[in-house]
């Protein structure tokens, strides 16, 4: 597999708060890793950095040319799509035209392959946002995204505060995005989520890299859970 991104020694800050320390990490094409560590270590801003949207020292490389200090909208451009814990859909549109905002290239996803994959979606096509559940908005959310054919995407806490019922479909869903080998970058919390999909998995302390590996070394090393994600 080749290399999409990497970060290199990056150092990212929210005015003079230093966020991130010398952070560095990679993403395989076709690979799903997560970015796993409790409340408050980075995993945001790690997104944001990747993704422009914060103040950054290091280099970010995506795709074989460096990003860092690119804005937003040209790095969504090049191919990254960010999926914020927040979802930020818009209210006052329906979930089609919602889709139909994210396209700007064509390419595997359009309206037919989203429908497949989020059933619900072509379902409700024509309600307005505002009429949506927090599990209707965080599939219009990702699938808005897949409708700028990302060679990236950046999925920031998808499952948070949904009924399991709706979790158990988001995995689903995203279990199938992996199978098609979308690469994806994961910040998450749950465990078992991340152990589900992810090949790999880095763990944030204090906005430090303080764990990477793949499943079977993070879940061997109990000394590693414990003091990072405080299970055991």
């Known amino acids: 597999m080749s290399t999409l991104l990497q970060l290199k020694n990056v150092n990212s800050f929210y005015g003079e708060a230093h966020i991130l320390h010398n952070l560095s990490l990679e993403i395989n094409s076709g690979e799903v890793v997560s970015l796993l560590g409790r409340n408050g270590v980075g995993k945001t801003t790690t997104l944001k950095t990747i993704m422009g949207m914060v103040k950054v020292d290091g280099d970010v490389i995506f795709n074989e040319g460096n990003i860092s200090g690119v804005p937003a909208n040209i790095i969504a451009k090049k ?129 430090e890299v303080c764990f990477e590996g793949n499943s079977n070394e993070l879940f061997s090393d109990e000394a590693v859970l414990v003091k990072y994600l405080g299970v055991s």
């Open 79 to 207: 191919g990254i799509g960010y999926v914020p814990e927040e979802r930020r859909i818009f209210p006052s549109l329906t979930v089609k035209e919602n889709l139909l905002v994210g396209v700007y290239q064509k390419g595997e996803w359009g309206l037919r392959e989203i429908y497949e994959l989020f059933p619900v979606l072509e379902k409700r096509q024509n309600s307005m946002g505002t009429m949506l559940s927090g599990g209707e908005q965080q599939m219009l959310a990702i699938a808005r995204c897949l409708m700028t054919n990302p060679k990236l995407i950046l999925l920031d806490e998808p499952c948070e505060g949904l009924a399991p019922v709706i979790v158990q479909e988001l995995e689903r869903a995203i279990a199938k995005l992996k199978d098609k080998h979308v690469t994806i970058l994961l910040a998450e919390q749950s465990l078992r989520l991340s152990k589900t999909l992810a090949n790999r998995h880095y763990i944030l302390s204090k906005g």
